[in-house]
């Protein structure tokens, strides 16, 4: 009888206000470790999204630079009969660095975006390749040179066989362990050495 008139004494309006109150915190407490939960998971992903496609697009740009160091050429047979083998051999080369500045264009995207997660030492993890870009650009360059491609009347060009065979050792692919993919392996592992925990931490 008396636990009834305790039970009747309470005020129910007051209770159901309270019970509703601790409700809503509790819904609101949750949605933040919810909420931040998600945050983190979504940054994680983030993170391991540019690492993965960094190291893809590194792996992507060492292709394109090896295939632009590929001895096979295959000239159309019209341009050399008419006498234009020297430009219809740039146009290959040209096509194939046409291939590797896009991939380096698209890896410089993936460059940006790590700097802002990771700050300079991302960036920087590219430069040894960008450099081996530019060799081999140069490389191309004097091997046309050489070849008087670029010489104007009564200029004398030093196409010594030295210097065509150092030359050589950039412009054209012998093996993975010839002296310049041996260069380019080791930049791409720079990159590699940079992103790897970060793909493999998530």
């Known amino acids: 009888m008396s636990i009834c008139l305790t039970i ?10 309270v019970f509703a109150i601790i ?24 993170e391991y999204e540019v690492a993965k496609k960094a190291i893809l697009l590194t792996y992507e740009v060492e292709q394109a630079i090896q295939g ?24 290959i080369y040209s096509d194939r660095f046409a291939v590797l500045e896009n991939k380096w264009a698209e890896l410089q995207t993936i460059k940006l975006e790590s700097k802002v997660i990771w700050d300079n030492p991302a960036a ?8 081996i870009i530019g060799k081999l650009r140069g490389g191309i360059w004097l091997h046309f ?5 670029y010489a104007g009347p009564g200029t004398t060009v030093d196409s010594r066989a030295e210097r065509r065979i150092e030359n050589d050792k950039i412009v054209y692919f012998i093996s993975e362990d010839d ?24």
Request: net charge positive.
């Open 179 to 202: 002296e310049f993919s041996l260069k380019i392996k080791h930049a791409v592992e720079h990159v590699e050495n940079f992103f790897k925990d970060k793909v493999r931490s998530k």
């Open 68 to 91: 632009v160091r590929n001895p096979m050429l295959h000239l159309p047979k019209d341009e050399v009969e008419a006498g234009r083998k020297l430009e219809a051999e740039q146009k």
């Open 124 to 131: 920087d993890s590219f430069n040894e390749l960008r450099d």
């Open 8 to 17: 009747s004494k309470i005020d129910w309006a007051i209770t159901k206000d």
């Open 23 to 46: 409700g809503t915190i509790s819904a609101v407490i949750i949605g933040i470790v919810g909420l931040t939960t998600w945050r983190r998971q979504l940054k994680g992903t983030s």
């Open 145 to 149: 040179w050489m070849k008087g491609a």
